[in-house]
């Protein structure tokens, strides 16, 4: 064949318009600088076709280079490296470099098994191949290949491509995703072939003129690798880009580059109908100007980092905008940060469903907009940390210009142009939503517009920069002012009251309020006024835990740990019992809760019904025995048969009369009902004559709070008391 010399400079060698045939050598070897240039040619050899280690390299449309056998094993550490190639381009140490390699045309073919074009490094002391790393410099834009084309050594602009008669060449295109070794011309090639849980990887930038849906019961990663991936606008209308994305199965969203230099920009992303969303990092812009989102929720949506982003400014009297998150699902955020420049609407808007902010270990949580922070137009919404901020109106909105909002704030800093918190509506008439603070920093104050229902924020904690007005304090709480200037609430401590409660043997009581004591048995312990209690129950040795009771043996709680608030004395017992062989522990349980008495009692043996309370309006029917229709009365013995060590329990059967009970509120009728009926009365917070001072039947107290409840069993005259120092330091009955 034809073959220069490895020390020469600038050769040139031209096939044009030629046949060079090699029946057992190769075809031409250029080592040396200069140009090879193959036109209109054929090139028939048995070892290796055309191969190049310096220079550059010219094959255009019209040639052919055939290679019959090969290849051969390298013996010596120059001359031609025969690997049976039909083009062979070597990057060679000690070469004087690669220059272009161009393939715009021709057919190429090697014997069965080899490659028709092969790319690779080689080191002659060591005789072995290596991975190419000299692509830039070869562009095959062109040619019918007997193998596939390596797809480092196609052009800027191709891809290789299997041709419907098995030869394979390029074509015009461009890999933009990739699962694993496998890359893919569009992204919606990539998400359809991806098996369950498989990453898909953006290996280029990319445009959609559509948007790419993740199908229910798909799982899926997307990983931008600091790529970007961006929309059309939508036919007909240049005013609205395509969403990105729209997931309908599971779906996760990263940016694994180091840089952080991955972006959406588009619409926004969509997650619906059952979709389950994950967003660990990576950057989402909003780009229209009429609305959209960079992640509109309504499934279950859950964003550990990343950052959001609504670019179009506008101005606050426009129809729509553009936000960060808009929810009407399930959102979950424990990280990332929310940016909205748009001065219509809120970075985060919450129509319905729940919100839950938690800034997980080692993240943050900032969200800040133009127009407002976070809104939570309906739905629940539990912040317990992050930072929240406004320049033109609230760090906090709430409303229910959607549904009823149910808003509770255990931590986070907020901030507003002139409140940092809002709870309101200027679209809707009455608002009922209310707003629980219980802790955070508020650096504006907070306010509640006239149109909310009374008690629409409780203050219970927390940090303001302004003092909490009181009609804002949680009940049992009063605005102070702390040493370094700021202000907050604290419990009202009017009243000490005192609680006897103990259990029966066998038992432990700890009393958790303001921390632990762990007593055995009696103690007596004293609380103020709107106190919350939290006294726990445990068993020692063999007991089991029944029920608490009150001093008229009444059971207060079936719950081992019993929480209420502190409004009168009380006298309060944990009762237990202890399983015993053979026996069996029979509680009798009246109306309204009352036990009536228990006993432990030998298998086979009887035990006594014992009397039942009176009441109005009812008639004693029996005793029964639980999941059995036997009646006792009064006196009867009952036998206790063998079975489980759970308590027996018996109870107390009533029938009632058709007599109505009347209930009386400041000497006016409320209302009538049956015996038995459980009734809720509610006063108002404050009058002309006072704040409320509590619920009274003749000259006792029976409650403090504005809303009592109570059972019907006879006529009712309640009256309600006002006055100026609110609660009387009087026991209640």
Same mark, same amino acid.
């Given at each position: 064949?034809?073959?220069?010399?490895?020390?020469?400079?600038?050769?040139t060698?031209?096939?044009?318009?030629?046949?060079?045939?090699?029946?057992?050598?190769?075809?031409?070897?250029?080592?040396?600088?200069?140009?090879?240039? @193959?036109?209109?040619?054929?090139?028939?050899a048995?070892?290796?076709?055309?191969?190049?280690?310096?220079?550059?390299?010219?094959?255009?449309?019209?040639?052919?280079?055939? @290679?019959?056998?090969?290849?051969?094993?390298?013996?010596?550490?120059?001359?031609?490296i025969?690997?049976?190639?039909?083009?062979?381009?070597?990057?060679?140490?000690?070469?004087? %470099?690669?220059?272009? #390699?161009?393939?715009? %045309?021709?057919?190429? !073919?090697?014997?069965?098994?080899?490659?028709?074009?092969?790319?690779?490094?080689?080191?002659?002391?060591?005789?072995?191949?290596?991975?190419?790393?000299?692509?830039?410099?070869?562009?095959?834009?062109?040619?019918?290949?007997?193998?596939?084309?390596?797809?480092?050594?196609?052009?800027?602009?191709?891809?290789?491509?299997?041709?419907?008669?098995?030869? +394979? %060449?390029?074509?015009?295109?461009?890999?933009?995703?990739s699962?694993?070794?496998?890359?893919y011309?569009?992204?919606?090639?990539?998400?359809?072939?991806?098996?369950?849980?498989?990453?898909?990887?953006?290996?280029?930038?990319?445009?959609?003129?559509?948007?790419?849906?993740?199908?229910?019961?798909?799982?899926?990663? &997307?990983?931008?690798?600091?790529?970007?991936?961006?929309?059309?606008?939508?036919? %007909?209308?240049?005013?609205?880009?395509?969403?990105?994305?729209?997931?309908?199965?599971?779906?996760?969203?990263?940016?694994?580059?180091?840089?952080?230099?991955?972006?959406?920009?588009?619409?926004?992303?969509?997650?619906?109908?059952?979709?389950?969303?994950? #967003?660990?990092?990576?950057?989402?812009?909003?780009?229209?100007?009429?609305?959209?989102?960079?992640?509109? /929720?309504?499934?279950? &949506?859950?964003?550990?980092?990343?950052?959001?982003?609504?670019?179009?400014?506008g101005?606050?009297?426009?129809?729509?905008?553009?936000?960060?998150?808009?929810?009407?699902?399930?959102?979950?955020? /424990?990280?990332?940060?929310?940016?909205?420049?748009?001065k219509?609407?809120?970075?985060?808007?919450?129509?319905?469903?729940?919100?839950?902010?938690?800034?997980a270990?080692?993240?943050?949580v900032?969200?800040?907009?133009?127009?407002?922070?976070?809104?939570?137009?309906?739905?629940?919404?539990?912040?317990?940390?992050?930072?929240?901020?406004?320049?033109?109106? +609230?760090?906090?909105?709430?409303?229910?210009?959607?549904?009823?909002?149910?808003?509770?704030?255990?931590?986070?800093?907020? !901030?507003?142009?002139?409140?940092?918190?809002?709870?309101?509506?200027?679209?809707?008439?009455?608002?009922?939503?209310?707003?629980?603070?219980?802790?955070?920093?508020?650096?504006?104050?907070?306010?509640?517009?006239?149109n909310?229902?009374?008690?629409?924020?409780?203050?219970?904690?927390?940090?303001?920069?302004?003092?909490?007005?009181?009609?804002?304090?949680?009940?049992?709480?009063?605005?102070?002012?702390?040493?370094?200037?700021?202000?907050?609430?604290?419990?009202?401590?009017?009243?000490?009251?005192?609680? /006897?409660?103990?259990?029966?043997?066998?038992?432990?009581?700890?009393?958790?309020?303001?921390?632990?004591?762990?007593?055995?048995?009696?103690h007596?312990?004293?609380?103020?006024?709107?106190?919350?209690?939290?006294?726990?129950?445990?068993?020692?040795?063999?007991?089991?835990?029944?029920?608490?009771?009150?001093?008229?043996?009444r059971?207060?709680?079936?719950?081992?740990?019993?929480?209420?608030?502190?409004?009168?004395?009380?006298?309060?017992?944990?009762q237990?019992?202890?399983?015993?062989?053979?026996?069996?522990?029979?509680?009798?349980?009246?109306?309204?809760?009352?036990?009536?008495?228990?006993?432990?009692?030998?298998?086979?043996?009887? @035990? !006594?019904?014992?009397?039942?309370?009176?009441?109005?309006?009812?008639?004693?029917?029996?005793?029964?025995?639980?999941?059995?229709?036997?009646? +006792?009365?009064?006196g009867?013995?009952?036998?206790?048969?063998k079975g489980?060590?759970?308590?027996?329990y018996?109870?107390?059967?009533y029938?009632?009369?058709?007599?109505? *009970?009347?209930?009386? #509120?400041?000497?006016?009728?409320y209302?009538e009902?049956?015996?038995?009926?459980?009734v809720?009365?509610?006063?108002?917070?404050?009058?002309?004559?006072?704040?409320?001072?509590?619920?009274?039947?003749?000259d006792?107290?029976?409650?403090?709070?504005?809303?009592?409840?109570?059972?019907?069993?006879?006529?009712?005259?309640?009256?309600?008391?006002?006055?100026?120092?609110? #609660?009387?330091?009087?026991?209640? *009955?």
């Open positions: 064949g034809i073959e220069t010399n490895g020390n020469n400079t600038n050769d060698v031209t096939l044009k318009n030629s046949t060079l045939n090699v029946p057992n050598g190769f075809g031409i070897y250029f080592p040396s600088s200069g140009t090879l240039t @193959v036109e209109n040619s054929k090139i028939t048995k070892t290796m076709g055309v191969q190049v280690c310096a220079g550059s390299l010219s094959i255009n449309k019209g040639s052919e280079v055939t @290679v019959s056998g090969g290849p051969v094993e390298k013996i010596e550490n120059d001359g031609a025969q690997d049976g190639a039909a083009i062979s381009i070597v990057n060679r140490t000690g070469y004087k %470099g690669l220059g272009k #390699i161009e393939v715009t %045309g021709g057919t190429f !073919t090697a014997n069965a098994g080899n490659s028709a074009i092969k790319a690779y490094n080689w080191a002659d002391k060591t005789k072995t191949e290596s991975d190419f790393t000299a692509s830039e410099k070869v562009a095959v834009s062109g040619g019918t290949f007997s193998s596939a084309v390596p797809e480092n050594c196609c052009a800027e602009g191709y891809v290789p491509v299997k041709n419907e008669n098995g030869t +394979y %060449g390029v074509k015009a295109g461009k890999y933009v995703a699962i694993g070794d496998t890359k011309e569009t992204l919606a090639e990539a998400i359809a072939a991806a098996k369950d849980g498989e990453t898909v990887t953006l290996i280029a930038d990319v445009e959609l003129s559509g948007t790419v849906e993740i199908k229910a019961g798909k799982n899926v990663t &997307l990983d931008l690798n600091g790529k970007k991936l961006s929309t059309t606008t939508k036919a %007909g209308d240049a005013t609205r880009h395509y969403y990105a994305i729209d997931n309908y199965g599971t779906f996760t969203l990263r940016d694994s580059s180091a840089a952080q230099t991955g972006e959406i920009r588009a619409r926004g992303i969509e997650n619906l109908g059952s979709g389950k969303m994950v #967003i660990e990092s990576g950057k989402i812009v909003a780009i229209d100007t009429n609305g959209g989102a960079a992640i509109w /929720n309504k499934a279950d &949506l859950t964003i550990n980092g990343g950052k959001f982003v609504a670019e179009h400014v101005a606050s009297g426009d129809q729509f905008g553009p936000g960060c998150v808009y929810n009407e699902g399930t959102l979950t955020i /424990n990280g990332g940060t929310f940016t909205s420049m748009n219509r609407t809120y970075a985060i808007v919450s129509k319905s469903g729940a919100v839950t902010i938690t800034p270990e080692g993240r943050t900032e969200i800040s907009g133009a127009h407002g922070g976070l809104g939570i137009d309906g739905g629940t919404a539990t912040i317990n940390g992050g930072s929240y901020a406004s320049d033109d109106y +609230y760090g906090l909105y709430v409303s229910n210009d959607a549904t009823k909002a149910e808003v509770t704030v255990t931590g986070g800093t907020f !901030t507003g142009a002139e409140y940092s918190a809002f709870i309101g509506s200027d679209g809707s008439g009455f608002v009922t939503s209310t707003l629980k603070i219980s802790g955070g920093t508020f650096n504006k104050p907070i306010n509640a517009q006239k909310t229902v009374k008690g629409a924020i409780q203050v219970s904690g927390g940090t303001f920069s302004t003092a909490v007005p009181e009609a804002y304090c949680a009940e049992f709480f009063k605005p102070v002012q702390k040493a370094d200037g700021k202000y907050t609430v604290e419990k009202v401590k009017t009243n000490n009251v005192k609680i /006897n409660f103990g259990g029966t043997g066998g038992s432990q009581i700890t009393v958790g309020v303001d921390g632990s004591i762990s007593i055995i048995n009696n007596t312990q004293e609380f103020a006024t709107g106190e919350l209690v939290s006294l726990t129950a445990t068993a020692q040795d063999n007991a089991k835990f029944l029920f608490w009771l009150d001093s008229n043996r059971i207060v709680s079936t719950n081992a740990t019993y929480q209420f608030y502190v409004d009168s004395d009380i006298s309060v017992t944990a237990f019992y202890t399983p015993a062989e053979g026996k069996r522990y029979v509680i009798f349980i009246d109306m309204d809760n009352h036990v009536a008495g228990y006993a432990d009692v030998a298998f086979g043996s009887t @035990v !006594t019904a014992p009397d039942h309370l009176t009441f109005a309006n009812r008639t004693f029917d029996g005793w029964y025995v639980d999941g059995h229709t036997n009646k +006792y009365d009064v009867a013995s009952i036998t206790v048969t489980d060590k759970d308590p027996l018996v109870h107390a059967k029938t009632a009369t058709d007599t109505l *009970i009347k209930v009386y #509120i400041d000497d006016k009728l209302g009902f049956a015996y038995g009926s459980d809720t009365v509610t006063a108002d917070e404050s009058t002309s004559d006072g704040k409320f001072a509590g619920w009274y039947i003749g006792a107290l029976v409650s403090t709070k504005r809303e009592y409840s109570f059972r019907v069993a006879s006529e009712v005259r309640l009256t309600k008391n006002y006055d100026v120092s609110g #609660i009387e330091s009087k026991a209640i *009955i």
